[in-house]
């Protein structure tokens, strides 16, 4: 959060970082289970990642993806909202994608295959918080089996359990 506020007191304007974060803590603060994903390429020395927003939809029983970025929300080939996992199998398939009419970067036209190439690069490995609550105090990453990665922070090959849906409250 102390970036978020340089970004304002600068008028720099938000990254997808302070976005991300900021989108998913007010989405938790509605009741709606939510976290930011840090999108990585196959290098760990690469930098360049995007965040995105996971959200959880109770009606439709599954995440959907978030980007504040670009004011976006994607959908597949039957028009159904997908999570950024589904996007990961899209993008390694090459199935057709829909983004929603609004979807722009800073007011400025949204190019579909332009965000295909970005995130092409940016979905080989994943970062979210190990638990996501008021503060963020850990991460676990997913990362493909036999892949080389350091880090002090958890890690995971288990794409179905770093996806998974949350628990039901009772």
């Known amino acids: 959060m102390d ?11 938000l990254n997808c970082n302070n976005l991300s974060v900021l989108l998913s803590g007010i989405l938790r603060s509605y009741g709606v289970k939510a976290v930011p994903v840090w999108c990585l390429s196959a290098s760990q020395w690469d930098q360049e990642c995007h965040v995105v927003v996971q ?21 597949d080939e039957q028009g159904n909202y997908i999570g950024v ?9 090459g199935r057709p ?20 190439d ?3 690069k940016n979905t080989f490995r994943f970062k ?25 922070s958890l890690l995971s090959t ?4 770093f996806w998974a849906t949350p628990e039901k409250d009772a």
Do not use: H
């Not at 970036?3 to 304007?13: E, L, N």
């Not at 996992?85 to 398939?93: F, Q, T």
């Not at 288990?158 to 359990?161: L, P, S």
């Open 128 to 152: 979210r918080p190990a638990v996501c609550g008021r503060e963020i105090s850990d991460f676990v990453y997913l990362i493909p089996v036999n892949t080389q990665f350091s880090t002090s």
């Open 55 to 75: 959200a959880y939809s109770e009606q439709l029983d599954q995440w959907i993806f978030l980007d504040p970025t670009y004011n976006l929300m994607l959908m």
């Open 97 to 116: 994608l829909t983004a929603n009419p609004e979807a722009n970067y800073n007011g400025e036209a949204f190019v579909l295959d332009d965000y295909r």
């Open 3 to 13: 970036s978020v506020g340089v970004y304002a007191d600068t008028g720099k304007g």
């Open 158 to 161: 288990d794409w179905d359990a």
């Open 118 to 120: 970005y995130m092409t």
């Open 85 to 93: 996992e589904v996007l990961r199998s899209a993008l390694i398939e």
